[in-house]
T-cell receptor
Framework: GQNIDQPTEMTATEGAIVQINCTYQ??????LFWYQQHAGEAPTFLSY??LDGLEEKGRFSSFLSRSKGYSYLLLKELQMKDSASYLC??????????WGAGTKLIIKP | DVKVTQSSRYLVKRTGEKVFLECVQD?????MFWYRQDPGLGLRLIYF???????EKGDIPEGYSVSREKKERFSLILESASTNQTSMYLC?????????????FGEGSRLTVL
């Protein structure tokens, strides 16, 4: 089946760190993806994890634990431009992406 | 710079009208996708295509059809629009070997059906 969850909305302060969690349940798994979507714009690719562990890419890092069905996106040194929705998706056994509903991140000064 | 272009950002149509949503990509991608995005729901796959003249149903194909006559163009057709098809429609493309799962999205077409 398709089951993926992430918080609906989070608020954080400029300059701080925020962690956005994503949990999933699937019998077939080919990787976990994070996309960023600013309001009114196209989603853009942030990261891909297929093995357990942390992948760092500048201010953004993504973590995966396949045994726990869990991933998080870590954003450091938050900037106002990081206000966006963050979409989590896993790739199933048919190589199709199954999407979470997205987490709206609000950054306050 | 890679680009996926959707023909209309905003459309307003009446129930029963035929609606065409066009998508063009300039990256020579084999794979193209149509999703709809609704508040509180994840992206839902309507149709996809791995090659010219080829199409596959996604999770919610009912009420929609597609056409892929050229590699760079993937069209979504609503034969008879209904109010429950009011939504944001996103087109995306990728290389055939989508190992990393990176999709390139258009900016979306917001359709309102009255």
């Amino acid at each position: 089946g398709q089951n993926i969850d992430q918080p609906t909305e989070m608020t954080a302060t400029e300059g701080a760190i925020v962690q956005i969690n994503c949990t999933y349940q699937t019998s077939g798994f080919n990787g976990l993806f994070w996309y960023q979507q600013h309001a009114g714009e196209a989603p853009t690719f942030l990261s891909y994890n297929v093995l357990d562990g942390l992948e760092e890419k500048g201010r953004f890092s993504s973590f995966l634990s396949r045994s726990k069905g869990y991933s998080y996106l870590l954003l450091k040194e938050l900037q106002m431009k990081d206000s966006a929705s963050y979409l989590c998706a896993y790739m199933d056994s048919n190589y199709q992406l199954i999407w979470g509903a997205g987490t709206k991140l609000i950054i306050k000064p | 710079d890679v680009k996926v272009t959707q023909s209309s950002r905003y459309l307003v149509k009446r129930t029963g009208e035929k609606v065409f949503l066009e998508c063009v990509q300039d990256m020579d991608h084999e794979n193209m996708f149509w999703y709809r995005q609704d508040p509180g729901l994840g992206l839902r796959l309507i149709y996809f295509s791995y090659d010219v003249k080829m199409k596959e149903k996604g999770d919610i194909p009912e009420g929609y059809s597609v056409s892929r006559e050229k590699k760079e163009r993937f069209s979504l057709i609503l034969e008879s629009a209904s109010t429950n098809q009011t939504s944001m429609y996103l087109c995306a493309s990728s290389f055939r070997e989508m190992v990393t799962g990176e999709l390139f999205f258009g900016e979306g077409s917001r359709l309102t059906v009255l």
